[in-house]
């Protein structure tokens, strides 16, 4: 088993949240240090404060992956009297290096939304809010049979034939492939100036266009040919849209009140802000971790019997009202969800690699009930 680098570790990372998922203006991606370096223990928080950093400290941690961004309004100065100058002192110190998941990691499949609606026991969960439609690409590309398993390989762990729930989807056909070396080629098989046959599968791919160089790259360095040949095919079928909140069905209805109680033991919170009488019928819920007052209307739309979204406006509270759609607002620190989620799959990915994969224990919410 091999540590991996900083880079590794973040980009097997970003082939489940990739940073072109995030909203305009979000400020994801590497906040403090470096990548460039072993990272032999991953932190991985809800947020960064200094008890976070002291926990990283302690847990030997090299690397934080955190889903809100500890910078998130531009810094104009770094003075070392003030919190946050102090906590980039400390990190920077302890060589402590900060990357940040945010809406990427809402929208991707399996990421906050999605792990907050299997929290809360729903099914038939669709995208509330669409943000992103991936383009698509077929990469089809010729192998000696020989290292079919490797190209197929390297394609899926690239990333290639992710869909939806399943990973390295691929379609093999067998067939026959001629070439002629000429005389200043370094043949695999065959010798210059003679025509060869050889037994090749086709294996075809389907791709996000976005990562298609990436995919490429992979596929070339696992072909033992010098000039792999292949084609990329631009597709008219479209990804399955991906997008803010969720939602979904719950198993059996129940009244509002007794929904509370639900997100409340389900999410793990403490008290939650709750418009409507109590009395409504729950059967279909949308639910967008974070600050989500944008969407009511959709959530409205999409026929939700209730929205659970987080730091609801008074206003918003007023228009939900309004128009008859009870809101459950139990904060941001629901979104803890995510250091389970990527703890399991950081670690499921890198199970080659030298590296562990820890949940922070710092409760890092600041409101608390009187
Ligand atoms: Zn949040």
Request: aromatic share 8%; net charge negative; glycine share 8%.
């Amino acid at each position: 088993m091999k540590i991996p680098n900083g880079q590794q570790i973040i980009e097997e990372f970003e082939k489940w949240s990739p940073k072109y998922l995030a909203m305009e203006g979000d400020p994801i991606g590497l906040h403090v240090g470096t990548l460039n370096k072993k990272v032999e223990r991953v932190l991985v928080t809800l947020d960064v404060d200094e008890a976070v950093v002291d926990e990283a400290i302690e847990k030997g941690a090299g690397l934080i992956i955190a889903h809100h961004p500890p910078i998130f309004r531009p810094l104009k100065n770094l003075q070392t009297d003030f919190p946050q100058g102090r906590l980039m002192e400390k990190l920077i110190k302890n060589d402590i290096a900060v990357y940040a998941a945010h809406t990427n990691l809402d929208v991707a499949w399996g990421g906050v939304n999605d792990l907050l609606a299997e929290a809360l026991g729903l099914s038939e969960t669709s995208v509330l809010v669409k943000t992103y439609e991936a383009e698509l690409v077929k990469i089809a590309v010729f192998v000696p049979e020989s290292h079919e398993d490797q190209v197929r390989k390297a394609f899926g762990d690239a990333g290639a034939g992710a869909i939806g729930d399943y990973e390295h989807c691929s379609y093999t056909l067998s067939g026959t492939g001629r070439f002629r070396p000429t005389a200043s080629a370094d043949p695999y098989i065959g010798e210059a100036g003679k025509m060869e046959q050889t037994a090749e599968s086709k294996i075809e791919v389907v791709v996000r266009k976005a990562e298609k160089d990436r995919v490429i790259r992979a596929m070339i360095a696992a072909h033992p040919y010098e000039e792999p040949a292949y084609d990329v095919f631009t597709l008219e079928n479209k990804e399955l849209p991906m997008g803010l909140g969720r939602v979904g069905r719950l198993k059996e209805e129940m009244s509002l009140d007794a929904f509370v109680e639900h997100v409340k033991s389900s999410l793990d919170v403490p008290f939650v802000r709750v418009v409507g009488t109590g009395d409504e019928t729950i059967r279909k819920v949308a639910v967008l971790g974070g600050d989500g007052n944008k969407y009511i209307q959709q959530a409205k739309r999409a026929g939700a019997d209730v929205y659970i979204t987080g730091d609801l406006y008074f206003h918003v509270a007023q228009d939900a009202q309004a128009i008859g759609l009870p809101v459950i607002d139990p904060g941001h620190h629901v979104e803890k969800v995510m250091i389970r989620g990527v703890v399991d799959h950081m670690t499921a990915k890198g199970a080659n690699w030298q590296c562990e994969f820890l949940p922070s224990e710092v409760n890092t919410e600041p409101f608390r009930l009187k």
